[in-house]
């Protein structure tokens, strides 16, 4: 399965893009960070890698380690 992605996010926020997109390893939730995330107050415009450490996925609760990157 883990073919399927361009990159495992293993919690390395530095090397993140502030543009990337990433797909919830669990139930392959996207996060866009041109669109944030309402549900938990955060605004439109935050690159991933500035999330609070306790965000975790709004569709099934996964944390950011289980996060994957997207590819274009
Ligand atoms: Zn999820």
């Known amino acids: 399965m883990s073919t399927r992605f361009e990159g ?6 530095a090397r993140l ?3 990337a997109r990433l ?3 669990v139930c392959w939730w996207v996060y866009d960070p041109a669109e944030g995330d309402e549900l938990q107050q955060v605004a439109a415009g935050t690159p991933f890698a500035a ?6 996925c709004p569709n099934c609760e ?3 380690a289980r996060f994957m990157v997207l590819g274009d």
Do not use: R
């Open 8 to 13: 495992t996010y293993l919690g390395d926020d």
């Open 62 to 64: 996964s944390p950011k």
């Open 51 to 56: 999330l609070p450490a306790g965000w975790h």
């Open 17 to 19: 893009p502030a543009d």
């Open 23 to 25: 797909e919830c390893g």
